[in-house]
């Protein structure tokens, strides 16, 4: 009698670990408000004010108001396509070329190594202010630190940019209120804040947009953790939106207090303008606040590296990079490679450019980004394609995005 052995039993294969959706509409207008509000109106209300004078928080409204189109471009786009790499899905959705939607993935991620680049040189000089350490070693600290914790977890990660978030928002309304109502008027009266109608002022405040346009760049990048988003189609229209009103009303208040606060020779020749509304304030007042600017530049650092990550990441799963960047960490379920890839490019950008180089580069990686985007979404809307349960706007806010996108793209480039 033949004893045949007992089939071994099949054990199925576990699946590859995903993304988690974790984040709720609170979690994301916070992620979204931490990387638009930051470093850009800690450092812009100078040079703004240099450029349109008494009407520099116009200067703010006008180019909210700008992108505004594009952000609700993005909002319609993020409930198709919620994916991450948004920016190179939705292209590659519009013109359905792999080649141009690589392409425009791969300026959203050099336009956030590009950035947090820019935050950490920036952050490097308020804490060497405070510290008196070397920049290079603060740099190398900073970057390896908001790493490891944009590694340790999505929600971990983003809760904690959320509190930092919340610290510097509030930070901002310490400067609204003592700019107004404590500090002593040196500045502008209320009464000249206002423009006239004539040609002169004008110039100078649509110059001035190009600057405050910086400001607000950080809000697109909200679409790179759709896939950690619970909810996503109703959630990101409305974080979004959320984020860019709250922002505008930061800083245009923001703006008007310290052009109350501050002479305008002294504001627009300044690198840490919303300092000097403190100029007159205790000593512990003005350390606290150096260090709420310190927490604002970082918080800005670690939100970026969890956006070019994810970027990254999206594009690898999609085969569009090597697969090696898609590996996901089993422990955290974070895109582990990519995550290090974008240190590396942080550091390497940080340590050997110029801040000021950074951010022109900055802005205009992402206004390009910016005409492509509506690009696509025109392209789908002509195809008329149907997509159950998505945020909808009609046909004149994306031509209309690409319009202001070209043309702030070339003031900037003039």
């Not at 950690?228 to 245009?252: G, S």
Request: one cysteine or more.
């Amino acid at each position: 009698m033949t004893v045949h052995p007992m089939p071994r039993p099949q054990v199925p294969a576990s699946p590859p670990p995903t993304l988690r959706r974790t984040l709720t509409l609170p979690l994301l207008t916070l992620y979204g408000l931490g990387v638009t509000v930051g470093a850009g109106i800690y450092v812009l209300i100078g040079a703004t004010a240099a450029q349109a004078g008494p009407y520099a928080w116009v200067a703010f409204l006008l180019a909210a108001v700008v992108l505004s189109f594009t952000a609700f471009s993005y909002a319609e786009l993020a409930t198709r396509y919620p994916v991450s790499a948004g920016e190179s899905a939705y292209v590659d959705a519009g013109f359905r070329r792999v080649w141009l939607a690589t392409g425009i993935g791969l300026l959203v991620a050099a336009s956030g190594l590009v950035s947090a680049s820019a935050i950490t040189v920036g952050a490097s000089g308020y804490l060497g202010a405070l510290t008196g350490a070397a920049p290079p070693l603060l740099i190398i600290g900073t970057v390896i630190c908001m790493g490891l914790l944009a590694w340790w977890g999505i929600t971990q990660s983003v809760t904690v940019a959320a509190i930092i978030t919340v610290i510097e928002i509030l930070g901002l309304v310490f400067v609204i209120t003592w700019g107004i109502a404590i500090s002593e008027q040196n500045g502008v009266p209320p009464a000249d804040l206002f423009p006239p109608f004539e040609q002169a002022p004008w110039t100078g405040i649509i110059s001035a947009t190009v600057l405050a346009f910086y400001a607000f760049v950080g809000f697109e990048d909200m679409v790179n953790v759709a896939e950690e988003v619970k909810e996503p189609r109703r959630t990101m229209p409305r974080a979004i939106i959320y984020t860019l009103v709250l922002a505008t009303l930061l800083y245009v208040a923001t703006c008007i207090a310290v052009l109350m606060a501050v002479p305008i020779d002294l504001l627009a020749g300044s690198s840490a303008p919303l300092t000097l509304v403190f100029i007159d304030a205790p000593g512990a007042v003005q350390v606290g606040f150096a260090a709420v600017a310190v927490v604002a530049t970082v918080n800005g650092v670690l939100i970026q590296i969890i956006m070019v990550s994810r970027v990254i990441y999206g594009m690898a799963d999609r085969g569009s990079l090597p697969a090696v960047l898609g590996r996901l960490s089993p422990r955290t379920r974070t895109p582990s490679v990519a995550t290090a890839a974008v240190v590396l490019g942080i550091l390497g950008l940080s340590l050997f450019l110029p801040i000021a180089q950074l951010a022109a580069w900055t802005s205009q990686i992402v206004l390009t980004v910016f005409v492509f985007v509506n690009l696509a979404l025109i392209a789908i809307k002509r195809r008329a394609e149907p997509a159950a349960d998505h945020f909808y706007v009609p046909m004149i806010v994306p031509v209309m995005g690409v319009i202001t996108s070209l043309g702030l793209l070339a003031t900037s480039l003039l």
